[in-house]
């Protein structure tokens, strides 16, 4: 008989589940707890729990025999090789399974002797008691029903053991309440998890969406927006496993990896605003088209002018009547080696902008001082009719980029990307366990001098987090080989780059010593990059690392 202070200590044990069972986010952890919980208030040495297939079968998700010692399904990481249970076969109730009868009649089921029993089959029971010498008795069956009547799964209990003498006893009506109760608990539990699992599902399926539409705008991009956040999540988890030095207090839960994944995910969402012609600039006069074009035919046209005017020179040298033979020859010479001069000219030089249209890493003063001679000194006829310099000031303008191939109001315009993107993320009602995206995501380009934007923080006005996507935001850009102006550069090219951001107050120097000490570069190659680009690094040759 079952004492009262028994039964009230068994009652705070079930609330206290309860609220445990409300707080866990992980499913498998949360399964588990289910099932060890049923097994503590109601003295089980075993059990299942079987969740609901497609209203079709029930499917072991988690297995425990304390006696036995097995662990199966859940966090144990071992897999369950039973077979799920149907539910109906031949369109008719599969009532013969006690758990399928449970799910199906939406009724526990309390056993005394699976032995003694009568009207379900417990074969497969015995069989395993036969293998394993164990013995299965009473069994306690109770369905999982959620707030909405659903039945989602079925809780099994086996062998309650008395206290003192461990003995197999019968499953009190007591054992029964507790267990109806705490199912009851779990299936919302459980129901809750589903739920926020498939609205996790859905969100993150809307950022994928916003990453394809970036994508299909530019397909240089793409890729980045993939990319960042799987580097952003190595170099925190590096981070978080380092036990010393100025970043040894940074932890994250499930929870922070969750957030930082979100915030890596949307860094770049403002890049839907930014107009196609400029994210996809792959040369410097390229807008809806590369205007590299309109300066070839602008060379014909002089190469034509040059060849009518010689022409008008030899018509008139021709009909010149002071002229004698011999010194016609000689003019006419000239009149050619002149033209295949400034044809020759012409041409050398139609090569030269064509050369320099291509973005590169940096164009010498001399080759920007030529193209404003070349764009001033030619003048042609432009298609109204009026005499014109070669090239417009905003041809000039662009010819004569230093370093890649978007002038200053262009960069401008890419850089405005990530006001928007904090605009765009400050805009969304974000719940408490994701609050800090805005942050992680609108920091990224920030320095740790202040002389970042759009914002111009300080390292000590950032989140470890941001900072870290600061760095993996220039890796990513620094090696990747779907960029229009640049191939992807080398490990140790890009570590170079990277010593140079850390000693110039570009990046955080602590988060850089991390990146390379633990070979964070080194594995996010393997994953991404070519091959080619995976050459042998000398730490030692890296600027401003620390080992």
Not at 45 to 59: H, T
Not at 401 to 423: C, D, F, M, Q, S
Request: glycine share 8%; with cysteine; proline share 4%.
């Amino acid at each position: 008989m079952e004492t009262v202070e028994n039964l009230f200590r068994r009652l705070e044990q079930l609330n206290d589940i309860g609220a445990a069972l409300s707080q866990e986010r992980n499913l498998d952890r949360l399964l588990e707890k289910i099932l060890v919980a049923a097994q503590t208030i109601s003295h089980a040495d075993g059990g299942s729990l079987y969740l609901v297939e497609e209203g079709k079968r029930l499917r072991f998700a988690i297995m425990r025999n304390d006696t036995l010692k097995i662990a199966l399904g859940g966090t144990s990481g071992n897999d369950i090789p039973f077979y799920p249970i149907q539910l109906y076969r031949d369109g008719k109730p599969n009532n013969s399974m006690v758990a399928a009868y449970a799910a199906i009649n939406q009724r526990t089921v309390n056993i005394a002797d699976a032995y003694t029993e009568a009207g379900f089959d417990f074969s497969g029971t015995r069989q395993f008691d036969q293998k394993t010498g164990y013995r299965s008795k009473s069994f306690l069956t109770v369905p999982m029903k959620n707030h909405e009547g659903e039945i989602i799964g079925v809780l099994q209990l086996i062998n309650s053991l008395a206290s003192d003498t461990r003995e197999i006893l019968p499953f009190s009506e007591a054992d029964q309440r507790l267990a109806e109760s705490l199912a009851s608990q779990a299936a919302i539990a459980l129901s809750n998890r589903a739920l926020i699992v498939q609205l996790e599902e859905l969100f993150e399926s809307f950022i994928v969406l916003i990453n394809t539409a970036i994508d299909e705008k530019s397909p240089y991009t793409g890729g980045h927006c993939q990319r960042v956040p799987m580097l952003t999540l190595m170099l925190a988890e590096a981070v978080n496993e380092t036990g010393e030095g100025p970043l040894a207090s940074f932890t994250m839960t499930d929870s922070d990896r969750y957030e930082l994944k979100i915030a890596g995910m949307l860094h770049d969402c403002g890049k839907v605003t930014t107009p196609v012609h400029v994210v996809d600039k792959s040369t410097k006069l390229e807008t809806i088209f590369d205007r590299i074009n309109l300066i070839d035919t602008r060379f014909e046209v002089l190469k034509r002018d040059a060849e009518i005017q010689a022409l008008r020179e030899r018509l008139a040298l021709a009909e010149d009547p002071g002229v004698d033979e011999m010194g016609r020859r000689g003019r006419q010479y000239g009149i050619d080696q002149a033209l295949r001069e400034r044809s020759r000219q012409y041409d050398e030089d139609r090569e030269f902008l064509r050369r320099c249209n291509i973005g590169g890493e940096y164009m010498p003063p001399e080759a920007q001082a030529r193209v404003h001679e070349v764009g001033r000194g030619y003048r042609w006829t432009d298609p109204s009719g009026h005499i014109a310099n070669f090239l417009s000031e905003d041809e000039i303008t662009n010819l004569t980029i230093a370093r890649g191939t978007l002038t200053p109001e262009e960069r401008e315009t890419i850089n405005h990307h990530i006001v928007a993107t904090i605009k765009m993320l400050e805009a969304l009602p974000w719940p408490k366990h994701l609050h800090n995206v805005p942050e992680y995501a609108g920091g990224h380009h920030e320095r740790m001098d202040g002389k970042g934007y759009p914002r111009g923080l300080v390292r000590e006005q950032m989140s470890v987090q941001a900072r870290v996507m600061g760095i993996a935001d220039i890796f990513e850009a620094l090696t990747a080989k779907d960029r229009p102006y640049k191939h992807g550069k080398t490990l140790s090219e890009s570590l170079k780059i990277l010593g140079w951001f850390k000693e110039n107050g570009h990046i955080d120097p602590d988060l850089f010593d991390i990146f390379v000490r633990r070979k964070v570069y080194l594995r996010y190659a393997e994953q991404f990059l070519d091959q080619k680009q995976i050459d042998a690094v000398d730490v030692a040759a890296i600027p401003g690392f620390v080992p």
